[in-house]
């Protein structure tokens, strides 16, 4: 709050395409999708007016005891879509409610099956799932949530799933606690907020297999990652993974209004059916479940990807960002690139050959990303490492001028 006070915040006024426009009248590339959530840029026409249209109808209504028709008219266009075995929807509003209502519905399924012990579960070293108390419990950063540790319940964590180690560690965790967990949770592909690490090939497989082999639930939290973000539509494919359940937010409404999703199995709805005195009922909702408004705006999305070819148009131009980005790496302060898709994270570090870092006091990732708004940039760094997540439908040359405003910044520090 100290540099918030000591430095008023940009106010954005406007926006049109791929930018941002402030309230002097300043345009700048959105290169961090307004926070990792837009899809197709600002102002789009079809998002707009499809949004209009449910404005004439009807803005709101409870999903408690009613329906929604855009809720089920999404849940249609996106049950196709979806890991193979992911029948079921539970709307909510943000991405941390969508993984605390995963976390929720893997302990009860165990408890409605008679397995109450189960209620325990697994989660990786700088995993991140949101703010909220589950959400933390699983995903705990210390940088994000040392203070709340004392609220937090129990869980168990392997290694950053960025090698075999992670997968053994997970096993060990597994033969001798297997019999409590619920659920093991992971961002599947790509780590976001712990630093953008790209996991190596078969390591989600290894989880899904993991999980299959001693019982316990698997949760693709793909908050982050989902809605093309990693080159396919859903990171899962890229190993052909089919988990329990699929967390959803961000990219779900194109950016444009809160909306979240847990995906669920067949077998885990089947476990909450019975008669209301039997005690399997699921007691958790949201005022704004299911939205209209919200919903609208995910089928026009939708629409977008599919007239568009937008998850093979990332795939496309995100070979072209590896290029452009290459000459980055021999850049005096830049210790690793890592990318996947329309996901970027680019490492600064005090001393190359050392991967020594920069003192957190200095705020190197801060500064850096500070003097690239002058550039006409909007960007943000998770600590010392600089975060490229443009909207999806951004073309190559809005992506070279993010790339050379990185290069010229990233060239400059200590001068």
Partial sequence: MKQWLAEPPLIITEARGMHLIDSEGRRYLDGVASLWCNVHGHRVPQIDQAIR???????????????????????????????????????????????????????????????????????????????????????????????????????????????????????????????????????????????????????????????????????ADEVAVGFGRTGKMFACEHESVSPDLMCLGKGISGGYLPLAATLASERIFDAFLGEPWEGKTFFHGHTYTGNPLACAAAIASLDLFEKNHLVAAVARKAVELGRMLEPLRSLKHVGDIRQKGFMVGIELVADKQSRRAFDPRRRVGAEVCHKIRRRGVILRPLGDVIVLMPPLAMELDDLRTIVAAVEAEASAIGE
């Fill in 53 to 219: 249209r449910q404005l004439d109808r009807v803005a709101h209504s409870t999903m408690l005891g009613l329906a929604s028709e855009p809720a089920i008219v999404l849940a249609d266009r996106l049950m196709p879509l979806a890991p193979a075995g992911l029948s079921k929807i539970f709307y909510s509003d943000s991405g941390a409610t969508a993984t605390e209502i995963a976390f929720k519905l893997a302990a009860q399924y165990w408890h409605n099956l008679g397995r109450g012990e189960k209620n325990q579960f697994v989660g990786f070293a700088d995993g991140y799932h949101g703010d909220t108390v589950g959400a933390m419990s699983v995903g705990r950063m210390e940088a994000f949530h040392r203070p709340y540790f004392p609220m937090l319940f129990k869980a168990h964590f392997a290694p950053p799933p960025t090698s075999q180690t992670a997968l053994d560690a997970l096993e060990q965790i597994l033969q001798r606690h297997g019999g409590r967990m619920a659920a093991v949770c992971l961002e599947p592909i790509v780590q976001g907020a712990g630093g953008m690490l790209v996991q190596p090939p078969g390591l989600l497989w290894g989880v899904r297999k993991l999980c299959d082999e001693y019982g316990v639930l698997m949760i």
